[in-house]
């Protein structure tokens, strides 16, 4: 046996791990470095060996059939959740779109359509992988993306729910409001109606549910269902409008339907995580959202007090969901 033939095993070890490092440098890697938080939602799309089903149409709202029943199951698989799986393309299903759209495709906001094209369907259908930015201290955690404004539900790195909100649409604002008994400026048996200002601002940074209500309930913010608390008076809760742009006075709305099983979702002490694009949560900490005061121009004459009204609290069990 010559040298070469000796010592040929131990070249071509040397040649592989050149080569893994060359592969490594190529691609902006740093091999003694591990991957740091982002403010870009990692989102993996893979080619999936299932037979795909061909859309030979668009699908938009109002329309009806076997294809939307499928595009709903799709949805649904996904964690997207499209409301009943009926084959009648609802406005649930249109937020749901709206969702894919904005984080799965990089739509930008304003021009997500809602609406599902053979291309978009093809990708629908491939291995969709949402991947958390962060490695929260709690079992489950959420993270709000407002650029996109969408919010993801994770129980350690596996998807729960995915959904589209409307958060604060960072505009001033003056309103009477209505506040229930219990709530922040209402320590009265009675509702009453009131002059408020504010900024409608939903602050980035990290946070954790600490307070949660059912029901309707109306506050300084506004009417919120089964709100659940994260930053003072700002919340997750079901509103009847989730537009496509920011609008609300700061806290994150999400569609009712998603708000009746959202609570079941999360627990005390779970960390809320809200990214603006611009910097890490982290970088924020935990500011406080801006507070409002009375509105000057709102006479005491034209205040109220009402009987507070009937609200049915209903108990959170256990819910087939997304």
Known sequence: ???????????????????????????????????????????????????????????????????????????????????????????????????????????????????????????????????????????????IYLPEQVMVVFKETEVMLITHISSGSNEPWCEEVTIDPGEEGNNTMKQIKVGICGEAVTPPGIFYFYNRKQGTRESRLGSMYNPVYFNFGIAVHGAILVPLEPESHGCIRIPMSIARYFPALVAYGDRVYVFDGIKEPEEYGSPPPPFDKPDPNYTTTTSTSVPPATVVATTVAPTTVP
Do not use: C
């Open 1 to 143: 046996m010559n040298a070469y033939d000796r010592w040929r095993p131990a070249l071509f070890s040397i040649a592989v791990l050149l080569t893994v490092v060359a592969v490594a440098v190529l691609n902006g890697e740093d091999p003694e470095q591990s991957t740091s938080p982002t403010t870009t939602a990692e989102v993996s799309v893979a080619t999936t060996t299932i037979p795909k089903v061909p859309l030979d149409r668009r699908l938009k709202e109002g329309v009806e059939g076997d294809d939307v029943l499928r595009l709903q199951e799709r949805l649904y698989a996904l964690k997207f959740d499209p409301g009943p799986l009926d084959g009648v393309f609802g406005q649930a299903t249109k937020q749901a779109v709206w969702a894919f759209e904005k984080l799965i495709l990089k739509t930008p906001r304003k021009q997500a359509t809602g609406v599902v094209t053979p291309e978009m369907w093809d990708i629908m259908q491939s291995n969709v992988e949402v991947i958390p930015r962060r490695d929260a201290d709690s079992p489950s955690h959420v993270e």
